[in-house]
């Protein structure tokens, strides 16, 4: 885990990781113990009001959800004029890449606590993700600047991996990379200053890559499993993977390697008297918790219910 950590450290710019010494609380929950790839998640519990913050360039993508509160919100380019808001629950911000320095102040709207959502994704990703979906130069992307704006698959994707912070699953890291490329996708495709065609690929997984696939998952169903890692198993970029991977089988790689897992999960159970902390760890579960609270999700009964009826 340390070195996934260094790595996952290392691929992020100093400013990136830094950002949060900039803003007006630390945050609550943060990716960056994680190791996800790609993306920065981190989770702030804000003041009602804060006079005058600036926050510095980064070299990455910063989308920004309020997940709760409601607040009279001003930005100005340093020293420039102030453009005021209105912000409500699930509205958005985006900033592209290397964008200039700017302020902000705030004050709430309502007595609800404001809550906010900050995600950085790596530009090289976009730039990967065109190259692989259109052949687009990486040299011209550009994203729009706005505020305040809704878009509801955004919202949704921040608060899932919101979520995924608070109440960590065993295919976190899997379900984290392939919300990134979610995000890339979308992004390019709903928000260029310069509209691409995104040409997605026609085609779906063959049935010997598929075996193959359910074959590695069932042999490593104990480890992290990472998109690029599954991906490598039948020749695909990651992005093509995870797009395949759902033309083929209705569910993404994240959802089929939890169902996987607690799949194999019953035959333990009915076949061996493993105690249910050691079929946890068998299947890629952590702790016993989270397990319970998978197994009884997918099925309806606890683990050791399972065991008693079978």
């Not at 049935?207 to 599954?230: N, W």
């Not at 333990?268 to 902390?277: A, F, I, V």
């Amino acid at each position: 885990m340390t070195n996934q950590v260094e790595n996952y450290t290392a691929s992020f710019s100093a400013s990136t990781l830094d950002f949060e010494k900039h803003t007006a609380t630390s945050p609550v929950l943060s990716s960056r113990e994680a190791g996800w790839k790609d993306i920065l998640v981190r989770t702030f519990h804000e003041p009602a009001q804060v006079e005058d913050i600036t926050l510095p360039s980064v070299p990455d993508i910063h989308l920004v959800l309020v997940k709760q509160g409601a607040m009279h919100f001003e930005s100005r380019d340093v020293n420039g004029p102030w453009e005021g808001y209105r912000v409500h629950e699930n509205e958005l911000f985006l900033t592209p890449a290397a964008s200039s320095p700017y302020e902000l102040r705030w004050h709430s709207l309502s007595a609800t606590p404001i809550c906010l959502v900050h995600i950085h994704l790596k530009k090289a990703l976009l730039e990967r993700s065109a190259e692989q979906i259109a052949g687009y130069d990486r040299a011209n992307q550009h994203l729009k600047e706005l505020s305040a704006f809704h878009d509801p698959l955004l919202a949704q994707i921040a608060l899932a991996l919101q979520q995924e912070l608070e109440l960590p699953t065993p295919a976190g890291q899997l379900y984290a990379e392939t919300a990134a490329q979610m995000l890339a996708v979308h992004l390019l495709k709903h928000y260029q200053t310069k509209d691409i065609h995104v040409e997605l690929p026609n085609q779906k997984l063959s049935r010997r890559q598929m075996g193959q696939l359910t074959d590695y998952i069932l042999t490593h169903l104990a480890d992290k499993l990472s998109l690029e890692v599954l991906a490598e198993q039948v020749g695909f970029s990651a992005y093509h993977f995870g797009y395949l991977f759902r033309q083929s089988t209705g569910q993404t790689p994240h959802q089929f390697v939890i169902n996987t897992r607690l799949e194999h999960s019953q035959h333990l159970l009915r076949e061996t008297d493993q105690p249910l902390s050691q079929v946890a760890l068998a299947v890629g579960f952590q702790t016993q918790s989270h397990f319970t609270q998978a197994f009884k999700h997918r099925f309806g009964v606890t683990p050791r219910q399972y065991r008693q009826q079978s």
